[in-house]
């Protein structure tokens, strides 16, 4: 079965850095599409940003500066990096793949990690 497995949360002070890691598993043929969403309480889930196999990124206006994605494609692994953490920035943060790029822009995307808690204090 294929899974995705997100690590890295936690809780930092305004300013502070966090690393997400996102691991698929059980999939032969990889993923061209993967991204990173957020959800903070009583908002929406929203893309923060996406990668494609080939490595073409794309970032939400408000993270973009500040928020790296990348990807390891032999290890099918992608990551976000986040400096320069704002309260704003507190959500639970889901990874998110798809074989096609169009689902995942969507919100739709074919297979969801389990979320982890990004908590920023002021």
């Known amino acids: 079965q294929v899974q995705l497995v997100e690590s890295g949360g936690g809780l930092v002070q305004t300013g502070g850095s966090l690393r997400l890691s996102c691991a698929a598993s059980?999939?032969?043929?990889?993923?061209?599409?993967m991204g990173w969403y957020r959800q903070a309480p009583g908002k929406q889930r929203d893309l923060v940003a996406h990668?494609?196999?080939?490595?073409?990124?794309n970032y939400t206006d408000s993270v973009k500066g500040r928020f790296t994605i990348s990807r390891d494609n032999a290890k099918n692994t992608v990551y976000l990096q986040m400096n320069s953490l704002k309260p704003e920035d507190t959500a639970v943060y889901y990874c998110?793949?798809?074989?096609?790029?169009?689902?995942?822009?969507?919100?739709?995307?074919?297979?969801w990690g389990q979320g982890t808690q990004v908590t920023v204090s002021s």
């Open positions: 998110g793949a798809d074989y096609l790029l169009s689902p995942l822009v969507a919100g739709r995307p074919r297979y």
């Open positions: 059980g999939s032969i043929f990889g993923f061209n599409a």
């Open positions: 990668i494609t196999r080939a490595g073409t990124t």
